[in-house]
């Protein structure tokens, strides 16, 4: 199974901030991977797929990079809105891993 | 618009049994694979099962390996997770989704709860 490791676990930061959070792949998934955001009691909701194309809707602050086995999500200038829980996820097979998630926080 | 709505959740003994269910609207549900997912309180997101479009490619978590199995009907654009022996580390909100590249569908979650 592909295992996906995120980081960090979690981070503070402050509105207007530019914050960055990594996955790695334990093995190569080529662009196979999404990047999602979940607040509490919601579902989560897709920002990036296919490692760096912006979903439909979403703010053009939020970017996604990388290839292969190392992916990056930025928030470019944080808003209220942001402070929410990050995750990566990997579908490069029917086995869909997640990773461990980031908790962004208002510092 | 696409709706995947999830039911069947509740309060369960361990070592009891639960089927969800999840309807789908808005897609054409059979040519999509599919996939459960669950997130304990507190807690990460986790795969559970997933599910080629013709019921093929079945596959699940070692953690629920032998006691859940996964199932469609694509006349009833609907799919099912049948739970066994079920255990308190088992509750969570459970999810359908269905993840593609250019497709990503959630449904709301139904939480089961494994207590005595």
């Known amino acids: 199974d592909i295992q996906m490791t995120q980081s960090p676990s979690s981070l503070s930061a402050s509105v207007g901030d530019r914050v960055t959070i990594t996955c790695r792949a334990s093995q190569d998934i080529g662009n196979d991977l999404g990047w999602y955001q979940q607040k509490p009691g919601k579902a989560p909701k897709r920002l990036i797929y296919?490692?760096?194309t912006l979903q439909s809707g979403v703010p053009s602050r939020f970017s996604g990079s990388g290839t292969g086995t190392e992916f990056t999500l930025t928030i470019s200038s944080l808003q209220p809105e942001d402070f929410a829980t990050y995750f990566c996820?990997?579908?490069?097979?029917?086995?869909?891993?997640f990773g461990q998630g980031t908790r962004l926080d208002i510092k | 618009e696409v709706q995947l709505v999830e039911s069947g959740g509740g309060l369960v003994k361990p070592g009891g049994s639960l089927r969800l269910s999840c309807e789908a609207s808005g897609f054409t549900f059979s040519i999509y694979s599919m996939n459960w997912v669950r997130q304990a309180p507190g807690k990460g997101l986790e795969w559970v099962a997933s599910?080629?479009?013709?019921?093929?490619?079945?596959y699940y978590a070692d953690s629920v390996k032998g006691r859940f199995t996964i199932s469609r009907d694509n006349a009833k654009n609907s799919l099912y997770l049948h739970m066994n022996s079920l255990r308190a580390g088992d509750t969570a909100v459970y999810y359908c989704a269905s993840v593609r590249a250019t497709d990503d569908f959630w449904g709301q979650g139904t939480l089961v709860s494994v207590s005595s």
């Open positions: 996820l990997q579908h490069t097979s029917y086995l869909i891993t």
């Open positions: 599910i080629g479009s013709a019921s093929d490619h079945i």
């Open positions: 296919a490692a760096s």
